[in-house]
């Protein structure tokens, strides 16, 4: 049975209520997470909105909770498309880091197989996480969620599929069945986040709680560490050992951002 013992997860609450959006936890200090998940008020992240992060017990075998004390947004993120839906969230910025997870290159090739995370937080006070649903997979060419959405047929390296959904994770949210939040690669025995959930797409002729033809995707985080790390004013834990260095920086830039569309075609988004 696949461990998430060697990796800290967590999820967003708002305004005390708890969400299903996945954290792609950084460190101790920050997390990465969708701007969906987020409320906008002319465009602008809305102040009226009270953000948390609640981290699960993963590497140290501490659960905790913090306020958001800063949010940015990537600065091409489209809400209409759901491109460049990167945002950073900054806490617990008073202490120090204290530990990392491990970011790896959009290598798909290199892992030795992929894991759909699903998180849920059981007891907000107590802070007690059930155990998390998973599920193992590879990645590789698929058609069907080529067609399913444009975004993903222009931008193959930078966003990451699947066509797994699970049940309700929590009495708080839909009865629909979801995607699974986050995306890992595992390469030697470790567990490294490749991207946290984006968007999905289904057909036209499918009910929404059903998705039978369905994909969801999930942006792959390594492709902007540069802009993460010029915001952070920090480095990440960038796994560069396998690459040698200077990978990321030969495909990423500051300003990186998703290849524009130039096609008509529509996507079915949720």
């Known amino acids: 049975m ?53 981290l699960d017990n993963g590497i140290d075998g501490k659960a905790a909770k913090y306020a958001v004390e800063s949010i940015t947004v990537h600065p091409a993120y489209d809400s209409a498309n759901h491109t460049n839906d990167v945002v950073i969230v900054q806490y617990n910025l ?58 993903y047929s222009y931008n193959q390296n930078t966003v990451a599929y699947g066509n797994y959904s699970l049940g309700t994770p929590s009495v708080d949210l839909t009865a629909c069945r979801v995607p699974y939040g986050i995306l890992y690669g595992l390469l030697n025995n470790q567990t490294h986040l490749i991207g946290v959930f984006s968007y999905a797409a289904i057909s036209v002729y499918e009910n929404l709680c059903n998705k039978v033809d369905y994909c969801s995707y999930y942006a792959m985080y390594a492709k902007f560490a540069p802009y993460i790390e010029s915001v952070l004013g920090r480095s990440i834990n960038l796994n560069l050992n396998y690459f040698g260095e200077g990978v990321i920086q030969t495909n990423a830039s500051f300003s990186f951002g998703y290849k524009p569309i130039e096609d008509s075609r529509s996507t079915g988004f949720i």
């Open 2 to 54: 696949y461990s998430l013992n060697n990796v800290k997860g967590g999820i967003l609450v708002k305004d005390g209520k708890r969400t299903s959006c996945e954290l792609g936890v950084i460190d101790s200090q920050s997390s990465l997470v969708s701007a969906a998940c987020l409320d906008f008020t002319l465009g602008k992240v809305s102040e009226d909105t009270q953000y948390e992060v609640y």
């Open 94 to 151: 008073g202490g120090k880091i204290e530990w990392q997870n491990i970011i790896l290159p959009d290598f798909s090739y290199v892992f030795d197989k992929v894991v759909y995370v699903r998180r849920s937080l059981l007891d907000m006070d107590s802070m007690q996480w059930d155990t998390p649903k998973y599920i193992e997979s590879s990645m590789g060419y698929n058609e069907r969620c080529m067609e399913l959405s444009v975004i």
